[in-house]
């Protein structure tokens, strides 16, 4: 297989720090966003758009205090894919800053009053468990 196009899971696995079976839970729990390719002797590679999701995954359990349940409740409703890949920074996060991350499509039932709520709501609580 050519490695411009595919990586193995140690190397995403390197890239990430993260360890494989880590990425191996992941395949399993979000098998719709998470598909890596099958290759000789049963090796998984991962296409760029696969290790983006995983990047994103990782972005939402680790640095956004997502569950796992979260995460699938995003992808079953179709929102997974509205979420952007950018680099999180560990000081609290204001309401401004987390909605410039997720872009919401004009056309979804979501509700930005609730999220501002419940935005702020967490970063009461953060600041209290300092």
């Known amino acids: 297989m050519d490695k411009e196009y595919f990586a193995s899971i140690n190397e995403v ?33 991962y296409r760029p758009e696969t290790i983006a999701r995983l990047k994103t995954i990782q972005d939402l359990l680790y640095n956004r205090g997502m569950t796992i349940a979260g ?11 509205t979420v952007d890949m950018v680099a999180s920074t560990p000081d609290v996060a204001t309401q401004d800053n987390v909605r410039e991350k997720i872009s919401v499509p004009v056309a979804s039932s979501f509700d930005a009053t609730k999220v501002d709520l419940a935005i702020g709501l967490l970063t009461q609580a953060r600041e209290l468990l300092k």
Do not use: C
């Open 71 to 81: 995460v699938k409740k995003l992808i079953h409703n179709g929102d997974f894919s």
């Open 13 to 45: 696995s390197r890239e990430m720090g993260l360890p494989a079976h880590t990425l191996r839970y992941w395949e399993k729990q979000f098998p719709t966003v998470v598909r890596p390719i099958a290759g000789a002797g049963g090796r998984r590679y």
